[in-house]
């Protein structure tokens, strides 16, 4: 199938071919249709699928084919849990939508909100938001969404889990009752279903993929780690392996800037990005990792979220996530478009649960890794019962090629890992610990 016969007009079909598209993903190609039809939709698929384009195509295009009901009214309304995701987004519109007479802005926060006044006084049609700061310039009376025709909900799951639900119903209650309704999700927890009983009308369900799985794209394995030799192993496996661009998960803003600043002083240029930053320095960060400036980006769940990066390799569970649809979100950073990826998670003893949870979603195992070639084995009751050892598809990539394993046989269970004595990893484990 392509592009053309989804029945998408010469300006967005010369932009998409600009980007580089010739054939739309799955989620594309089952999207566009309907919503170029009128109807609501429901939709399920891992991220890095496309579904951006799944509905800002259609959106352009149903807005384009007809004037709107007042000049400079806001015609379609697109929420998101993140800056950086509304950043992007938005980035999307004005892509596709350069051939059309459509205006679009982001407004969010962390920011100065007078030039978003300003992008709004001079009228757009196209708002992409976060729903906090759209709730402020509902309050400063700086917004109408008196005339929103189109409502998306990006990633809608998410904004559950960061608490938004209530600010979601504010915004629900301002729009009027007449528009067509678009959810796209990750993962269906009933909580989310409950979010589309609510407002969505007949709503038509589309999924590319089985419900709460990780992309299949993306090569899964895990070490059983001491808690204190963590950064050794991480800084291992870097350095060892030459990783060149490997997005790491911690659970908290202070670990992560701990584990950035423990990474530099290994000798491995690192940054940082999560919610105390300034949206400046997320900006400048995600920029340095992405044009390779720095080669470890670490990073909390809510500052990830919808973190588009082209054929990002690595993906690092440095700390399991307590929320085991997160485990999906992360490692869909990688494995994105069709592209293979890797991700590696570190379970101490401490993380059972979160492992046992994971994998119960998952309805897998994660394969667990043998010993890497430069570590030793320590006794640690880490997971029980004792797992056997698995070799998983991929396991120990370095840069998409498999890690040297030793000759020798592979760990046993309830062993994890540490470095070698006198090694430069050595010394970072004594000063993490």
């Not at 407004?107 to 006084?121: D, E, H, M, T, W």
């Not at 803003?253 to 530099?264: P, T, W």
Request: proline letters at 5%.
């Amino acid at each position: 199938m392509s592009f053309e016969q989804l029945g998408l007009r010469t300006e967005l079909l010369r932009a998409v071919s600009e980007a580089g598209y010739s054939q739309p993903s799955p989620i594309q190609a089952k999207a566009i249709p309907v919503v170029l039809q009128g109807g609501d939709l429901l939709a399920g698929a891992q991220t890095g699928t496309g579904k951006t384009a799944g509905f800002a195509l259609p959106v352009l295009q149903r807005l384009s084919e007809k004037a709107p009901q007042r000049s400079g009214a806001i015609r379609a309304l697109i929420l998101t849990p993140t800056r950086e995701l509304a950043a992007q987004v938005e980035a999307s519109f004005r892509l596709y939508g350069k051939y059309l007479p459509l205006r679009s802005t982001v407004i969010f926060g962390g920011v100065n909100i007078r030039p978003q006044i300003s992008a709004l006084r001079k009228g757009v049609d196209i708002v992409v938001a976060t729903p906090g700061r759209l709730l402020d310039h509902v309050g400063q009376k700086t917004i109408d969404l008196s005339q929103v025709e189109m409502l998306v909900l990006d990633e809608a799951d998410r904004m559950l889990d960061m608490g938004f639900i209530h600010d979601l119903r504010k915004i629900l209650g301002l729009l009027p009752r007449n528009r067509q309704n678009m959810l796209f999700s990750a993962t269906f927890s009933n909580d989310i279903k409950r979010l589309a009983d609510g407002f969505l009308k007949a709503p038509e369900m589309i999924e590319v993929a089985r419900r709460n799985t990780a992309a299949e794209q993306v090569d899964q394995v895990m070490y059983r780690i001491d808690k204190g030799l963590k950064r050794a192993l991480l800084s291992h496996l870097i350095s060892g392996s030459n990783w060149q661009q490997v997005l790491v998960f911690t659970r908290t803003k202070h670990g992560a800037n701990r584990l950035a600043s423990q990474l530099d002083k290994d000798g491995i240029t690192t940054t940082a990005i999560h919610g105390n930053k300034s949206q400046g320095a997320r900006t400048k960060a995600l920029a340095d990792f992405k044009q390779g400036r720095v080669r470890v980006l670490v990073a909390t769940d809510i500052a990830a979220r919808g973190l588009d990066i082209e054929q990002l390799p690595f993906v690092v569970n440095y700390e399991m996530p307590n929320v085991p649809e997160d485990y999906v979100h992360r490692i869909g950073r990688t494995g994105r478009a069709g592209n293979s990826g890797n991700a590696i998670s570190f379970v101490c003893s401490e993380e059972r649960k979160q492992l046992r949870d994971i994998e119960t979603l998952l309805q897998r195992r994660i394969p667990l890794q043998e010993q890497e070639a430069g570590l030793k084995l320590v006794s640690s009751a880490v997971d029980s019962p004792a797992r056997a050892p698995q070799r998983g598809r991929g396991a120990a990539p370095s840069n998409r090629q498999p890690a040297k394993s030793s000759s020798r046989s592979a760990r046993p269970a309830g062993k994890s890992y540490r470095p070698q004595a006198g090694a430069a990893n050595a010394r970072a484990g004594r000063a993490s610990r």
